[in-house]
């Protein structure tokens, strides 16, 4: 499987964010999307995950399913959690599972991996924001995608939700899947660099 | 098929607990239509002539009152990009957000209309036949009003250009609306030829609506 881009340019509200941008992301491998505030980190991930429509260029994956498209086959954390605070945290998980659909995995068991398995009955209204970003990873879990395009993903997680969500990857990895995360901080994986907008 | 059966359970799960819409519809409705006699006065012959227009108008600004969040809150929270991004197309998603929202906005209004029909003076069959109606109009209010809140997001902008946008469009459900309930109660006309329209605007709304409520949400990715 090979994500890749070929001359994209991103515009927003207007102004050229990137342009001329290349990038390649094979199985197994992970890239960290890094820049300044503003160069277009997280557009570059929307641009992929098919949120954003790119002013030029292509973004294609080779070798992944093809009756589904490229948004169809990527898991996407945002800075929103996509959570429904009147919903509980196991009702919450169930229902992205439900809706996502394709191949799924055990709620309980995803819930008990990010340690959440004791707030499974809680409303999603009285988590913190680490638990909250907690059960966004358990989404990911849940529901089998090949790419993951992560934006901030290690925000909120303290060390030890960090050491957990670095594992994670790795088991991610080794399946054959992809990872592309826009980053600050170290993922503490193996990860390529793809610096966009000039130095940082 | 789970895919909108989850969409659906998810949002009357939502409307139903405390802070959901569902309650405040029909508050709105009970508070409307409780207040009018006290403003018509006591001419129980008046209140039984003005008692369809009152239900139908109440009913239309309720349903519209928690319309403008169908699609915001799931805007607001990244539901909206997963949903984009999701298997199921948009349109169809869409038309089961509306469908639920109708379940948990618009049924309750239907059945609090016998209890408010009693308040207006109107008889039995009076009250049957604009509960009737409202079942037939009250989803081509939601499905139309639906364009109204893809636009919402779109535009970034809520609550009163939402009413601004959908009320023209609700007026022919209105019209018919009310003109079934009349037929029905005093005559002239039959009650057949405008009902019949009301319905036909339903379903033209079943099938327009997710179209365009789908068109404005991808046009207005960002």
Redesign the interface.
């Known amino acids: 499987m090979q994500l890749s881009g070929r001359g994209v340019i991103c515009v ?1 509200g207007g102004r050229e964010v990137f342009s001329g941008l290349d990038f390649e992301a094979g199985s197994g491998e992970a890239v960290a999307v890094v820049g300044r505030n503003g160069s277009g980190k997280t557009s570059l991930l929307r641009l992929i ?5 790119p002013a030029g260029g292509t973004i294609a994956l080779d070798g992944g399913d093809t009756e ?1 498209t490229l ?2 086959q ?1 898991h ?1 954390l ?7 605070p ?2 509980s945290v196991a ?1 919450n998980l169930t ?2 599972a ?5 191949e799924r995995f055990e709620a309980g068991e995803s819930l008990a991996t990010v340690g959440l398995d004791h707030a499974a009955d809680l409303p999603a209204a009285f988590l913190s924001a680490g638990q909250r970003r907690r059960l966004s990873l358990a989404r990911l879990l849940t529901v089998r995608r090949p790419v993951w395009l992560l934006d901030e993903p290690t925000n909120a997680l303290d060390v030890a939700g960090q050491d957990m969500f670095s594992g994670l990857m790795r088991e991610h990895l080794a399946r054959g899947g992809l990872i592309i995360a826009a980053t600050h901080a170290p993922l503490g994986i193996d990860s390529r660099e793809l610096r966009i907008g000039g130095m940082a | 098929m789970t895919a909108l059966s989850a969409l659906i359970r998810r949002d009357i799960r939502i409307a139903l607990r405390v802070g959901g819409g569902a309650l405040i519809g029909v508050l709105f409705f009970l508070t409307v239509v409780v207040l009018m006699p006290f403003a018509v006065g006591p001419d129980l012959a008046l209140l039984s002539r003005l008692g369809p227009a009152i239900l139908w108008l109440g009913a239309l600004l309720a349903s519209l009152l928690t319309l403008d969040r169908l699609f915001m809150a799931d805007h607001e929270d990244g539901s909206l990009d997963l949903i984009t991004m999701s298997r199921t197309p948009l349109e169809l998603a869409c038309a089961a957000k509306a469908l639920a929202h109708w379940l948990a906005a618009g049924l309750p209004l239907i059945v609090a209309t016998p209890v408010l029909g009693l308040l207006l003076n109107l008889d039995m069959v009076a009250t049957g036949s604009v509960a009737l109606t409202l079942l037939a109009g009250t989803p081509a209010l939601t499905f139309t009003g639906m364009i109204g809140a893809a636009l919402a997001v779109t535009l970034h902008r809520g609550g009163l250009l939402m009413a601004v946008l959908v009320l023209p469009l609700s007026i022919p459900v209105l019209i018919f609306g009310v003109a079934a309930s009349q037929a029905a109660i005093v005559g002239p006309m039959t009650f057949g030829a405008p009902f019949s329209i009301l319905c036909a605007l339903s379903l033209v709304s079943l099938v327009i609506g997710p179209f365009a409520a789908a068109a404005s949400l991808k046009h207005g990715l960002d």
Not at chain 1, 49 to 53: D, Q
Not at chain 1, 78 to 84: C, P, Q, S, V
Not at chain 1, 98 to 102: A, E, K, S, T, V
């Open positions: 927003r995950a098919g949120l954003l429509i589904l948004p169809e990527c996407y945002g800075h929103r959690d996509a959570l429904k009147a919903l009702e229902f992205w439900d809706f996502l659909g394709g």
